[in-house]
């Protein structure tokens, strides 16, 4: 009797068995449903972030696929695990465990793979954004810059400007081919792409502009030429590169100052030397401050340009608004080698 009894416990718990394995089938088959359904969710996801940066991709995307992933399994795990504990008083404790374990075991497995698979999707439309979309939009964009002068024409005298600026050579020549493109045009302050390109010293876009017709005598706002802002810089070889060009050597700015006057204020003793060998005028007198330039390189103390300007004819005598010579401001400011030398001059003349 008690043989029978435990024969027909023994049934009960294999049919008990035989169910739990059918729930847990049931489960599986309910969880692949569910990892196929997140992974074709998660893949359009991809698809439509592929459009953007790699950095954001590989960065938010994948932590917020991690965090969809590790809270599935989590809710998986346990809703497993509040299943069991209704089931746990009619099994016993040995196959309970057994269950349990073999649970955990595939709970881990289909968590493992679903990550896998995930991080294998994301590699893939990582690569395909960069390969389909980055690449080939970086390369219209550098097709749309090559071709932007011919498509914006209205855009060519900003360019033009820019370029000259830069000292982009190669640019202006590209841009003066342009059809209707203005050489001289003017920004703001009445500035040309020579007088720009002067200011920076880009010979090789001052020699471009100038072979194709350039103006190398117009003005600014401020009356300056591209030889006052060349000789004021001390851009020797854009100097020479504009002489050899006729540009005027004594037009004056609003204030009176000439090249020569501006290179003698800067100290710019090459420039001083190119413009005087050129034919300057060593006696023009700065308005605004009633100064020639041998009087101004006094006060600098430049002895260089003192002899330079001395051995081009400057007149010693000559007088600021102050009434003061060279001479005096040299003796007053302690100046004593350009004192000799002024001494020396106004004893020969």
Not at 128 to 152: F, G, H, M, Q, Y
């Amino acid at each position: 009797m008690a043989v029978a009894k435990s024969q027909s416990e023994v049934e009960t718990l294999k049919r008990e068995i035989e169910g739990l394995r059918a729930e847990l089938s049931r489960i599986t088959q309910l969880n692949d449903q569910y990892r196929n359904e997140m992974l074709s969710r998660l893949t359009e996801r991809l698809e439509t972030r592929a459009t953007q940066l790699e950095e954001e991709i590989k960065g938010r995307f994948y932590n917020r696929l991690k965090l969809i992933v590790w809270g599935a399994t989590t809710l998986f795990l346990l809703g497993t695990a509040f299943g069991l504990w209704n089931v746990r008083s009619t099994i016993p404790d040995r196959v309970n465990k057994e269950v349990t374990n073999r649970v955990a075991e595939e709970t881990e497995g289909i968590s493992s793979r679903i990550m896998e698979k995930l991080e294998t999707k994301l590699e893939r439309n990582v690569e395909k954004a960069v390969n389909d979309k980055l690449i080939p939009l970086e390369e219209r964009v550098k097709k749309l810059i090559e071709t932007a002068d011919s498509v914006e024409p209205i855009l060519l005298p900003k360019r033009l400007l820019d370029a000259s600026r830069a000292g982009d050579a190669d640019r202006v020549k590209s841009l003066l081919k342009q059809e209707g493109v203005e050489i001289d045009v003017k920004d703001p302050e009445g500035r040309t792409p020579l007088m720009l390109a002067a200011m920076g010293g880009h010979v090789d876009v001052i020699a471009t502009l100038i072979s194709s017709g350039a103006a190398v005598d117009d003005q600014d706002n401020c009356g300056q030429t591209a030889l006052w802002y060349a000789s004021f810089n001390g851009y020797v070889d854009v100097v020479k590169k504009l002489l050899e060009a006729m540009a005027n050597l004594e037009l004056e700015n609003r204030e009176g100052s000439t090249p020569l006057i501006a290179a003698v204020i800067a100290d710019k003793d090459d420039v001083v030397y190119a413009l005087l060998n050129n034919g300057a005028n060593s006696n023009a007198r700065w308005k605004k401050e009633g100064q020639t330039p041998l009087i101004e390189a006094t006060y600098n103390g430049n002895t260089a340009i003192v002899k330079l300007l001395l051995g081009s004819g400057a007149k010693v005598e000559e007088k600021s608004k102050l009434g003061e010579t060279a001479l005096d401001i040299a003796k007053r400011m302690g100046r004593e080698d350009i004192r000799e030398l002024l001494e020396k001059a106004g004893e020969a003349s």
